[in-house]
T-cell receptor, first 113, second 112 residues
Framework: EPEVTQTPSHQVTQMGQEVILRCVPI?????FYWYRQILGQKVEFLVS????????KSEIFDDQFSVERPDGSNFTLKIRSTKLEDSAMYFC???????????FGSGTRLTVV | SQQGEEDPQALSIQEGENATMNCSYK?????LQWYRQNSGRGLVHLIL?????REKHSGRLRVTLDTSKKSSSLLITASRAADTASYFC????????????FGTGTRLKVLA
């Protein structure tokens, strides 16, 4: 079964550093998403991306965050200057058309120290 | 209350018993999914139920959906210690967005 792949599985970074989380969506999918889950809390939507632009974003997704599809296979989330409160599990997802075939990756645990 | 709220927040049962978790939501939906998450790990997709479906089964899992009450339930029959995890419902609103809205989760503990 096709999978969404996220790397790395765990990343530790110093406060103030830039971090890039990487995702390889399912190959024929057109919609891409990032979600965040702070430890012990619920999964929250960050951003959706379609046709090389952001289609929707939450209030969490401020100027510190950006997304990019640098080539035909990767989808990245960049946090420019990490804060302690950015420590969370970040999930990438992709879908074929709209919500059909919506599939989540296994997540990257980001720890900011 | 928020879109996608589960109850109970925590549930502790003996191995072999059935576990029932409920999810309520506010807006009309296209579909609803249930996920399992072991502590600190990724989301494991369990089952998807569409808004025109009332019940689905998958192995020991049974999901019901009542769109008139805006609620869903997940039943795990003959529970095992390995079922110990957090369970989340996630709703896809029927219009205007392609994001899923997750509930707060039910922490299930199955005692051997």
């Amino acid at each position: 079964e096709p999978e969404v792949t996220q790397t790395p599985s765990h990343q530790v970074t110093q406060m103030g550093q830039e971090v890039i989380l990487r995702c390889v969506p399912i190959s024929n999918h057109l919609y891409f998403y990032w979600y965040r889950q702070i430890l012990g809390q619920k999964v929250e939507f960050l951003v959706s991306f379609y046709n090389n632009e952001i289609s929707e974003k939450s209030e969490i997704f401020d100027d510190q965050f950006s997304v990019e599809r640098p080539d035909g296979s990767n989808f990245t989330l960049k946090i420019r200057s990490t804060k302690l409160e950015d420590s969370a599990m970040y999930f990438c997802a992709s879908s074929g058309f709209g919500i059909y075939g919506y599939t989540f990756g296994s997540g990257t645990r980001l720890t900011v120290v | 209350s928020q879109q996608g709220e589960e109850d109970p927040q925590a549930l502790s049962i003996q191995e072999g018993e059935n576990a029932t978790m409920n999810c309520s939501y506010k807006t009309s939906i296209n579909n609803l999914q249930w996920y399992r998450q072991n502590s600190g790990r990724g989301l494991v997709h369990l089952i998807l139920i569409r808004s025109n479906e009332r019940e689905k089964h998958s192995g020991r899992l049974r999901v019901t959906l009542d769109t008139s009450k805006k609620s869903s339930s997940l039943l795990i029959t003959a529970s095992r210690a390995a079922d110990t995890a957090s369970y989340f419902c996630a709703t896809a609103p029927s219009s205007g967005t392609y994001k899923y809205i997750f509930g707060t989760g039910t922490r299930l503990k199955v005692l051997a």
